[in-house]
Each structure stands twice: as structure tokens, then as C-alpha cells.
């Protein structure tokens, strides 16, 4: 039983008590409060609108000399996917790997990787800024996304293009692993640094680095680079993938624009 | 020292209204030290940095390591907080180049809900208080906007209104007694009377250096570490020689604003908590009575 409090002093102890409770429980839950939570997913649209504004389409992120490249290249996220119909493929070297592009385009394809290594390529050594704050420099050559979506022709509705790859992510979610998907609009799609990339270092991409194809978006942090490509979706919008923040990583909590 | 520098109004002597209560045996010289622009921006940049401070390690601590140049060092990097065992027993530390610090219990291992926790900066340091990146990232980013607005409300007005040439850059009579304000401030003798009236020479150039050189390059070094900025902007990589480095001077920068605050803080204490919270919350400021002797 708890005692009754019964001079003043105990009184104003026992409301100081009670008001630092509720000052540290708001503290606690202010990222729960509506106009917060509105305020704090606002700023990634700020910082994108203002970025557009600043960058050109075409202009680039820096390139850097090949002595640059850095001797350890950390990997992160998936490294090795579990997915059974992946594993056999790699042992194979992906040699039965098709690329699917379908959704808002005129002719959905599916391209193998002689197909796509046929197409023109870019070789581009990049800064890799990871959102943790590290960076990492490395040699990509790929396939431009630009030319996929030419060979497939983008309808006029589509706004962004969704990747969706083979690996999944453990999050301890009782339903099982989460499917890795992200997504990027059609100005990030578009810029001449944006590759389908299939080698790192003159050399085919390593499993820990995405094989066979990952994407490479040298304007915005590593989160967006999506690793082991099966799918690319053109969509209006993609509220209906995942839990419709564009993206697992954004689905947990971080920014869909990476350009800061 | 000419009066005519200051930008003090008429003071406001004894036996006003403006005069607290019961005072009237002790000579009160109330002068409009801050103007309102002043007042606020003084403190949404308080909320502001105390905000990005706070987000800004939650930031850290997702990559607790410092590097200069353009990539980072995983196998030995040039500063670190980070966490081992010794005998079973997990230790939290910094390393600074050879240099290693035990900091257990505060920095590298801290406790976190009751349980000991590797984590760089401590729970109640970081917000939100647990590991969440993308939350501390939209906070960071939430009150950089309100810094930079602010910032420049506040830098506008006071080039327009030659706040900083009158306040900020001492004049010639300051900069022939500078060594005696050296002493004078090492002695925590805070001027008083007509001496009361301007900020001494330390004050004038510790603000600029913060307004004009610190916060600038703080703000210059968050945006070297965009890939978005610096693909718009290829000079911020230049000027830093590096994304990496750019962090570091961000990070360190903040350690600087950290210890400007700290230093700050203690002589607005020392030289009356009361007038200087008065004078940064009404604007009035009582620059008291001359010493009678001086020296």
C-alpha cells in the first residue's frame, strides 16, 4: 500500500515526481507525435527539391584516379544472398540469369548478362559514401541505365523505377526475411553516372558486391544502390511496394532522397 | 573610448521603473544591451545546436572513427571509439593515433537500459537516445535548415545594421590595452561602468571567430559530406581535400563549438547569471558602477 503523502513538502515532491515522469515519457515519445513525425519525413523532400534545384541533370560526381581505388572496399547490407534459385545460378556464373524489365514501359524485356555486357558500357571510379559516414573508392563498368529503359521505352505515367533483388534482409519480422527492393525517379535513372554495373575492377562483381548487376547512382549515398538486381519495375509510384516507402531502407526509417 | 561606438541607447538610471524594488542604495545603470533580432536568433541557435549536437553523435555513432583524405581506413584508422575485453571484462576506448584511453562507462561501452552497451557516445548524449540513424539523420537535418535560415536572418541584419563592425571588431583604443584585458579576464575582473558599455577586445574576436569562421566552416564541412553538394558544388571537396577529412573538420568543429559554449557559459556565471540572462531575454543590461580604483 502506498502512503498517503500528508505534509505540503511531500505533496510537492510527490507532483515534482509525477511532472519530470510525463516531461521524460513526452521526451520519450515526441517522434510519435503526428506533426513531428510530418515535420521529420518532410525534410528528406526538402533536401531533394532543393538539391534538383541546384544540381544540372548531367553534371557529375567527381571521378577519381585508378592509384585512388581503394585496397579494401567494405561490404555491407546482404553479402550473400540465401535465395536457392541465386545460389545455383552463381555456381553456374550466371550464365541462366535473365534481367526482367517490365511495369509502365511499351515492351517488357529480359535481358541476359552477354546481352546486357553487348550493350554500350561506362567505366567510372566513384566515391562510395556509405549514410554511416565512410567511403570507399572503386572501378564499376556496367550498362547505363538509360539504355535498359530505351530498349524497353518508358511510358509517359512511369515516375520511378524499382529494382527488386534476389537477397532478403533478417530483421527478426515473424513473417520471415523482407525482400531488399529500392527505388530511385526517372532524373537519377537518367544521369550518365548511373549504371547497371557488372564489374569492379575490370573483374565481374564478387557475390559480397552484388552479383551479377548492381546499381550504381554516384549522386546519392550507398543505401540506394541496390545489389543483386532480379527485377526492374517502372512505376508511378510505389506505395504498393513493401510498406511503400520506396525502398527496405526507407521502409525502416531513412531518407528515400540520399543526396545528403 | 569614444561613445559614439557604442550601440547602447540613453542608459536608464536609478529610481526608474525599470529599477527593481528595493535596490535604490545601489546605483543601477540599465542600457539596451541586445536588440530583439539579437535575443532571438540568439536563441533558436541555442535550440539549434543543442539539437544537431545531439543528433550529430547518434550520426557519429554509426561510423565512430575519424579519417582524413578522400576514403576511410578500416584496417587502422587515425582515431577511433571503440570497445574490447580484457580478461572477460568488456572495456569501453578512445584511441588517438598510439594513444589509448580507457573511457569505459562513458565513450566505446556504456550503459543502455540497464545493460552495458557498445556504443561510441552514450545514450543520454545522442538523440533519439537509442541507435537509430534515420531518425537522427531527419533531426540533424530538421534543425540545419532552422541554423541556416536563422543564420542568416542573423547575418543579414547585422551587416545592415553594422552590428558587426560597432560589436564585432575592436576598436583602436581596445587593441593598445589588449594585453591588460588578458589579465584582467584571466583575473575574472569583468569591466564595469562606461568600460561595460561595448564588448572588450576577447569578446569582440571570440564572436567573430565564432560567427565568421567556426560556424561557417562547420556548415561548409556538413555539406562537403554530400555526394548531392558535391557533385553541385565540386570546390567543397577541394577546399577539404576530401570527403573524409571533411568530416573530421566537421566533428572537430563541433568539438570547438562545444568548447566556445562551455567557456561561454562559465563567464556569463562568473560576471552575473542574473544581468546577462536579463540582458539576452529583455534586451536590458546593468553595466553597474566604475571600480574605484582601477588596476
Not at chain 2, 30 to 42: E, W
Request: charged share 20%; glycine share 10%; proline share 5%.
Amino acid at each position: 500500500m502506498v502512503d498517503r503523502p500528508t505534509t505540503r513538502r511531500a505533496l510537492l515532491a510527490r507532483g515534482a515526481t509525477v511532472l519530470g515522469a510525463l516531461a521524460l515519457a513526452g521526451c520519450e515519445n515526441v517522434t510519435d507525435n503526428p506533426l513531428v513525425k510530418e515535420v521529420l519525413g518532410g525534410v528528406g523532400g526538402l533536401n531533394r527539391k532543393v538539391q534538383e534545384a541546384m544540381l544540372g541533370p548531367e553534371q557529375l560526381a567527381q571521378e577519381y584516379e585508378l592509384s585512388d581505388v581503394s585496397t579494401t572496399f567494405y561490404a555491407n547490407g546482404s553479402t550473400d544472398p540465401d535465395d536457392k534459385h541465386y545460389q545455383a545460378m552463381a555456381a553456374n556464373g550466371f550464365k541462366a540469369y535473365k534481367l526482367v524489365v517490365d511495369g509502365l514501359v511499351e515492351r517488357p524485356i529480359e535481358l541476359t548478362m552477354a546481352e546486357l555486357r553487348a550493350m554500350p558500357s561506362r567505366t567510372q571510379i566513384t566515391r562510395h559514401d556509405c549514410v554511416e559516414g565512410w567511403s570507399c573508392i572503386g572501378q564499376w563498368t556496367g550498362t547505363p541505365l538509360q539504355a535498359v529503359l530505351d530498349r524497353a521505352g518508358v511510358k509517359p505515367t512511369a515516375q520511378y523505377v524499382v529494382f527488386h533483388c534476389f537477397d532478403t534482409m533478417d530483421d527478426g519480422d515473424p513473417s520471415g526475411p523482407t525482400p531488399f527492393y529500392g527505388s530511385i525517379d526517372l532524373l537519377a535513372a537518367r544521369h550518365p553516372q548511373t549504371i547497371l554495373a557488372y564489374d569492379k575492377g575490370g573483374k565481374p562483381l564478387e557475390v559480397k558486391y552484388g552479383a551479377p548487376l548492381r546499381l550504381r547512382v554516384e549522386r546519392q549515398l550507398g543505401y540506394k544502390m541496390t545489389k543483386y538486381i532480379k527485377r526492374i519495375q517502372l512505376m508511378s509510384d510505389f506505395k504498393d511496394v513493401g510498406e511503400g516507402k520506396g525502398g527496405y531502407w526507407e521502409d525502416t526509417g531513412y531518407q528515400w532522397y540520399a543526396g545528403i | 573610448m569614444s561613445l559614439a561606438e557604442t550601440e547602447l541607447d540613453d542608459p536608464v538610471v536609478s529610481n526608474d521603473d525599470a529599477v527593481p524594488k528595493g535596490k535604490e542604495q545601489r546605483l543601477v545603470t540599465l542600457v539596451k544591451r541586445h536588440s530583439v533580432v539579437v535575443r532571438v536568433t540568439h536563441w533558436i541557435t541555442v535550440l539549434c545546436l543543442t539539437m544537431l549536437l545531439m543528433s550529430g553523435l547518434q550520426i557519429f555513432n554509426a561510423r565512430p572513427q575519424l579519417d582524413f583524405g578522400i576514403k576511410t581506413d578500416f584496417d587502422h584508422p587515425p582515431a577511433v571509439i571503440d570497445s574490447d575485453e580484457l580478461d572477460g571484462k568488456a572495456r569501453g576506448y578512445v584511441r588517438i593515433g598510439d594513444h589509448r584511453f580507457d573511457t569505459t562507462g562513458v565513450l566505446g561501452l556504456s550503459e543502455f537500459e540497464g545493460k552495458p552497451t557498445e556504443r561510441a557516445f552514450p545514450s543520454w548524449a545522442t538523440l533519439p537516445g537509442e541507435q537509430d540513424l534515420g531518425t537522427g539523420r531527419a533531426i540533424h537535418f530538421v534543425f540545419a535548415w532552422l541554423f541556416v535560415a536563422n543564420g542568416l536572418v542573423y547575418l543579414v541584419w547585422g551587416f545592415a545594421t553594422r552590428h558587426f563592425r560597432r560589436d564585432f571588431l575592436p576598436s583602436r583604443a581596445q587593441w593598445r590595452h589588449v594585453g591588460g584585458e588578458i589579465l584582467d579576464h584571466a583575473r575574472l575582473r569583468f569591466a564595469r561602468g562606461e568600460q561595460a558599455r561595448q564588448y572588450n577586445a576577447i569578446q569582440k574576436m571570440t564572436y567573430f571567430a565564432v560567427a565568421f569562421v567556426l560556424l561557417p566552416l562547420l556548415v561548409l564541412a556538413g555539406w562537403a559530406m554530400s555526394p548531392g553538394l558535391d557533385a553541385a558544388f565540386p570546390f567543397l571537396l577541394h577546399v577539404f581535400g576530401g570527403r573524409q577529412t571533411a568530416r573530421s573538420i566537421h566533428f572537430l568543429a563541433a568539438f570547438g563549438v562545444v568548447l566556445f559554449v562551455v567557456v561561454h557559459v562559465a563567464l556569463v556565471l562568473l560576471s552575473g547569471l542574473f544581468n546577462n540572462m536579463r540582458s539576452m531575454v529583455t534586451g536590458w543590461y546593468d553595466i553597474g558602477q566604475e571600480r574605484d580604483i582601477h588596476g
